[in-house]
């Protein structure tokens, strides 16, 4: 069974950067799927950052383009966010989730968020 | 990019009632949705896909259904364990996912 876990500073200063890493255990990143992170302000929505794949091709939410970068490295089965120049906006709990794709046919391929870390709780305060 | 809205923001429902929560999409997005379930303090859960398949191990009495804009979730006997939040998610373009703000469904 596939077991994400994030981890990270909890706090970080206005304008600096942001940087969570998730190690996926149970599962191996070069296997396939795409691996994304998604982030959730205290008592609201849920946000998807980006996404990526283990070859290193990565899509992001165009709100937050700018400021992210995520990387993976599937020699530690592990991937990263940053994100930069945080502002308090960016308070949150990040989390690492896979995003597992279910083919049913060549032209109906549904994605899904399978499988979540546990959350990582990030506050952006001096 | 799509907005998803859904409604209500809030619905109260009483124990082994029907509860029935919406989701609107701001354009087409055939049959590219999914919902969850997130619980205080817990990780969202994935309950449904492809707008009506449930995911492994979700109980019968969740259901999904819709295509297009216009989609539902029904539960269809609510347990005490159900109360929550729920939030639809599209991946009509799998490489720009947008989530619903939510509905949190309160004991009635």
């Known amino acids: 069974q596939v077991q994400l876990q994030e981890s990270g500073p909890g706090l970080v200063k206005p304008s600096e950067t942001l940087s969570l890493t998730c190690r996926v255990s149970?599962?191996?990143?070069?296997?396939?799927?795409?691996w994304a992170w998604i982030r959730q302000p205290p008592g609201k929505g849920l946000e998807w950052i980006g996404s990526?794949?283990?070859?290193?091709?990565?899509y992001y939410n165009p709100s937050l383009k700018s400021r992210v970068t995520i990387s993976v490295d599937a020699s530690k089965n592990q991937y990263s966010l940053n994100l930069r120049s945080v502002t308090a906006a960016d308070t949150a709990v990040y989390y690492c989730?896979?995003?597992?794709?279910?083919?049913?046919?060549?032209?109906?391929?549904?994605?899904?968020?399978?499988?979540w870390g546990q959350g990582s709780l990030v506050t952006v305060s001096s | 990019e799509i907005v998803l809205t859904q409604s209500p923001d809030t619905l109260s429902v009483s124990p082994g009632e029907r509860a029935t929560l919406s989701c609107r999409a701001s354009e087409s997005i055939s049959s590219n949705l999914a919902w969850y379930q997130q619980k205080p303090g817990q990780t969202p859960r994935l309950l449904i896909y492809?707008?009506?398949t449930r995911a492994t191990g979700i109980p019968a009495r969740f259901s999904g259904s819709g295509s297009g804009t216009e989609f539902t979730l029904t539960i269809s006997s609510l347990q005490s364990e159900d109360f929550a939040v729920y939030y639809c998610q599209e991946y009509n373009n799998w490489s720009l996912i947008t989530f619903g703000q939510g509905t949190r469904l309160d004991i009635k």
């Open positions: 149970g599962y191996s990143i070069s296997s396939g799927y795409y």
């Open positions: 989730v896979r995003l597992r794709s279910v083919v049913v046919t060549v032209e109906d391929i549904h994605y899904c968020f399978d499988s």
């Open positions: 990526i794949y283990h070859s290193g091709s990565t």
């Open positions: 492809g707008a009506s």
